[in-house]
């Protein structure tokens, strides 16, 4: 399997996923043409994408959707509740409610928690080797712990930090959406997770959707690396997505 962040942050969000068999990407958030140029920057024939699985239908995640498939007719991955917000049409599209294989990839829904319609996240499985895509939600059932647990990636939210949001600029109405259980996950809440789900065949860990009003890069890593020690958990590697460029191609 191999894993890029393409963007990721609050002005838009899409990542990239291969197999043996499938070219795919998570969300569509950024316009078509930074999608296409960004995955021919890693050796990826936009054309060839074969499916868009969709977490949820707020712009940041499905902005350049309908340019891309217009351009390049992928099937989209998606809940009819996540239809009903979208404003235009899709003809070749999958409602993923439940877990499903396609070809040599297996897809597990996490349903998660967030103001919106609907919202999954996924772990994504194949020959032996997993990726786990959370982002956009306020909690993580622990009915999905076991689902979650001892994944080889991690891609996963570290939106904001509490101080900084309760400090900033961000109306009072809005703080709480953030802070609710249908808001979006604080790096002591996303590290505190994350300490639990790692395990021994944890490579990577990609901290994503970092709010650029009320987080910086330096303190989601310092949270999620403060946890990890405290509750004596092993350190993979850590990397944080950027808004504006891609992550290497990370190969499973």
Known sequence: MKICVLASGSKGNCAYIETSKTKSLVDL?????????????????P??????????????HVAGLKVFLKKYHPVVYLTEKMETELNFDIEDKVYIDNDMDIADLTVTVIKTSHD???????????????????????????????KLENKNVYVFESNHDVRMLREGRYPYYLQQR?????GHLSNKDSAYY???????????????????ENNRPEVALNTLLDTLKDKEVRVPDIEIASQKESTELIEL
């Open 29 to 45: 958030g950024m316009s078509a043409g930074y999608v296409a140029k960004a995955l021919k920057n890693i050796g990826v024939d």
């Open 116 to 146: 919106a319609a609907d919202s999954n996240g996924y772990v994504f499985s194949s020959q032996g080797k997993s990726i786990v895509y959370i982002t956009d939600t306020g909690y993580i059932h622990v009915k999905n712990f076991p």
């Open 194 to 212: 994350l300490s639990k789900f790692i395990g021994d065949r944890t490579e990577k860990i990609i901290l994503i959707h970092l709010s650029e």
């Open 47 to 60: 054309s060839l994408i074969q499916r868009v699985f969709i977490t949820h239908t707020h712009s940041d």
């Open 178 to 182: 953030i802070l609710s259980d249908k």
